[in-house]
């Protein structure tokens, strides 16, 4: 065979390879958009050296005379705090309890300097530490937000990935319920890329940042979403429904429907009809070291109480789950329902 004839056959090769890969993409529906995980599995833990293990929960300086130490993400901590001020009061126990973000929680508890984290994901593979258990307090909507003069009021959920991706790239190329076009704009996507080893919450629309559009304005604080999103009539972004009551003074945003879901609708979350949502969990230690009977009382409480958490929350509790079939492993949620 000489060279020619040798880059002939070559090339027929290849062009045969990408052919056959274009098939199987074709028949298993493969697509440069994807979603990322809902969550991860429970009996993944990782490895952590015997010292680690051995050693027990001590508190910070600061929390030396406490008798529960809990750090909260921070949607769980105005949920979650009245309860525990309540459950500290009748049980005459100070608890201290830390504001923060899922990253704290997870350093806290990895340093074993807290009791109990609170988390506005599921864990990823990194969090679950020997003798870390999760108990699933309930899921929230995640809106899609846009400015409130936007005449869109729905989108599928296929859209709102190729909103996001930057398939879509102007409002015209989609219509409102009454078939009204969108304003002839380009579409400015907004995101808070948190939590990015974590599977569910953003990762449910796009698995990673790689996905979005080279037009991503990105924020690092769901404020800066709030007053980037009603400042801009371009704009799309997302977040729960509580931070729309809590942030108001940043500006008004209107919540999109998708697939002609509302995000206000539990009916429509827990069905699973709504696509978008967030779970939030919280922990308790298992083992000699570790193991607070305190903790896993105020862990049980917290669940009991979750009805009772602030409407302004918009927190579906785990029972409401279960009852409608979603998948648990012990008391973490692990699977959508079906």
Not at 73 to 98: F, G, R, T, W
Not at 173 to 193: D, K
Not at 301 to 317: A, C, F, V
Request: charged share 20%; net charge negative.
């Amino acid at each position: 065979m000489n060279r020619k004839t040798g880059w002939v056959v070559l090339l027929l090769c290849s062009a045969v390879l990408i052919l056959h890969l274009t098939d199987i993409n074709a028949s298993s529906g493969f697509s440069g958009i994807a979603a990322g995980p809902s969550f991860t599995d429970p009996s993944q833990v990782i490895d952590m050296p015997k010292e680690w293990e051995a050693q027990p929960i001590k508190y910070q300086f600061s929390s030396s005379d406490a008798g529960l130490v809990v750090a909260l993400d921070q949607h769980l901590y105005p949920a979650l705090l009245p309860l525990i001020n309540k459950y500290a009061k009748e049980h005459s126990m100070k608890i201290v309890v830390h504001e923060g973000t899922c990253g704290i929680a997870a350093g806290m508890l990895s340093n074993k300097t807290a009791d109990i984290g609170g988390f506005c994901c599921p864990p990823g593979f990194t969090d679950r530490l020997p003798g870390l258990k999760y108990h699933t307090l309930g899921i929230s909507s995640l809106a899609l937000l846009v400015h409130k003069g936007n005449n869109i009021d729905n989108v599928t959920y296929k859209q709102a990935q190729e909103i996001f991706s930057g398939d879509i790239r102007d409002w015209s190329e989609l219509s409102s319920a009454e078939g009204m076009q969108g304003e002839n704009m380009p579409v400015q996507p907004i995101a808070r890329l948190h939590c990015k080893l974590r599977p569910g919450h953003w990762r449910l629309l796009l698995d990673n940042q790689e996905q979005f559009s080279t037009r991503l304005l990105e924020v690092g604080a769901i404020s800066d979403m709030i007053s980037s999103v009603s400042s801009d009539e371009r704009a799309i972004g997302y977040e729960v429904l509580w931070t729309f009551t809590r942030y108001k003074k940043r500006g008004e945003v209107k919540a999109l429907k998708i697939n002609n879901y509302s995000p206000y609708s539990s009916e429509a979350l827990i069905s699973g009809h709504y696509p978008l949502y967030r779970t939030y969990n919280l922990t308790t230690w298992e083992g000699d070291n570790n193991s607070n009977p305190r903790a896993h009382e105020l862990v049980e409480y917290l669940l009991n109480q979750s009805e009772h958490i602030g409407r302004e929350h918009y927190i579906i509790p785990a029972l409401r789950l279960r009852q409608a079939g979603w998948q648990f492993s012990g008391n973490e949620l692990v699977g959508d329902p079906g």
